[in-house]
């Protein structure tokens, strides 16, 4: 069984700054199966990278994913207001799923 | 437009049952796993299971094997998701999630959420 084990639980950053978000799996997994998402109070989540570094529809470019084997890293240039949510990682290879518990970037 | 529509909050007993409703809308239902995950308050994703639409085949996470099964019907494009032996710690909301195209992309489109909320 996969483990996502994202850090840090909470990041405060101000309008403007940059916000470099972790994502560790207990194991090596296929990069081409890692994904994050975003979700806001009330809402569902929001599909913002897969392939580990490809953009989904409609995902501006000051988000950018990066990373391989157990280290995955999501980046946030130039934060924007509605940038500040939850932001989760996911496996999704061998049929399976799992999510990490989640880094949630707050206002400073 | 492609949309998921989940039928609306339960309120259940502990030991009672809960089947959740999703219809699919905007692209062909069978072509398309369908995922089911559930967020509990104030707390992360948690994925339940899958089913493909066209087959039938189902595959769930470990922690619900045996309290939890998917079904759907195709004909009005709907897919259910059924949890029993219903406990407190079940309140959450439950989200239906369509598979994206091809084996690349994950989940790409939800449901609004289904609040289950569980209480004597």
């Known amino acids: 069984e996969i483990v996502l084990t994202q850090s840090p639980d909470t990041l405060f950053l101000s309008p403007g700054e940059r916000a470099t978000l972790s994502c560790r799996a207990s194991q090596s997994i296929n990069s081409r199966y890692f994904a994050w998402y975003q979700q806001k109070p009330g809402q569902a989540p929001r599909l913002l990278i897969y392939?580990?570094?490809s953009r989904a529809t409609g995902i501006p470019d000051r988000f950018s994913g990066s990373g391989s084997g157990t280290d995955f890293i999501l980046t946030i240039n130039r934060l924007e207001p509605e940038d500040f949510a939850v932001y989760y990682c996911l496996y999704y290879g061998d049929s399976l799923r799992a999510f990490g518990q989640g880094t949630k970037v707050e206002i400073k | 437009q492609v949309q998921l529509v989940q039928s609306g909050a339960e309120v259940k007993k502990p030991g009672a049952s809960v089947k959740v409703s999703c219809e699919a809308s905007?692209?062909?239902?069978?072509?398309?796993?369908m995922h089911w995950v559930r967020q509990a308050p104030g707390q992360g994703l948690e994925w339940m299971g899958w089913i493909h639409p066209n087959s039938g085949d189902t595959r769930y996470a470990q922690q619900f094997q045996g309290r939890v099964t998917l079904t759907r019907d195709t004909s009005i494009s709907t897919a259910y998701m059924d949890l029993s032996t219903l406990t407190s710690d079940d309140t959450a909301v439950y989200f239906c999630t369509r598979d994206g195209p091809g084996d690349i992309i994950p989940e790409d489109y939800w449901g609004q959420g289904t609040l289950v909320t569980v209480s004597s």
């Open positions: 905007g692209y062909i239902f069978a072509d398309y796993y």
């Open positions: 392939g580990t570094s």
